[in-house]
């Protein structure tokens, strides 16, 4: 089992940012990709980002390109998303997953593991 637990959510203006943080425990897999989801009010969990653990490569929806970016410390065994020029479209509750594969799927059924989520709440 791995245990994934976020935080960093809040409140902020439009235009502003904030740093999300995952911290992973548990059981460790030698090939596994960390990603990020949202699920705004009344719409369908979305897919965000997400990295490989080994290697680093990631992949970004869209919406959050050149805005978005996401790291991890392998030695601290965290995710981290700094979401830069928020806008209020990306208010949602943020959720971090691990899933146990090769590549940098963006389904969400591919993910085995999920937090519990954070509010990120950007106000105009």
């Known amino acids: 089992q791995v245990q994934l637990v976020e935080s960093g959510g809040g409140l902020v203006q439009a235009g502003g940012s904030l740093r999300l943080s995952c911290a992973a425990s548990?059981?460790?897999?030698?090939?596994?990709?960390m990603g990020w989801f949202r699920q705004a009010p009344g719409k369908e969990r979305e897919f965000v980002t997400a990295?490989?653990?080994?290697?680093?490569?990631?992949y970004y929806s869209d919406s959050v390109k050149g805005r978005f970016t996401i790291s991890r410390d392998n030695a601290k065994n965290t995710v981290s998303l700094q979401m830069n020029s928020l806008k209020p479209e990306d208010t949602a509750v943020y959720y971090c997953?691990?899933?146990?594969?090769?590549?940098?799927?963006?389904?969400?059924?591919?993910?085995?593991?999920w937090g519990r989520g954070t509010q990120v709440t950007v106000s105009s």
């Open positions: 997953a691990a899933a146990r594969v090769t590549g940098i799927p963006t389904r969400q059924a591919y993910y085995d593991y």
């Open positions: 548990g059981r460790t897999f030698s090939s596994i990709t």
């Open positions: 990295i490989r653990w080994s290697g680093g490569n990631t």
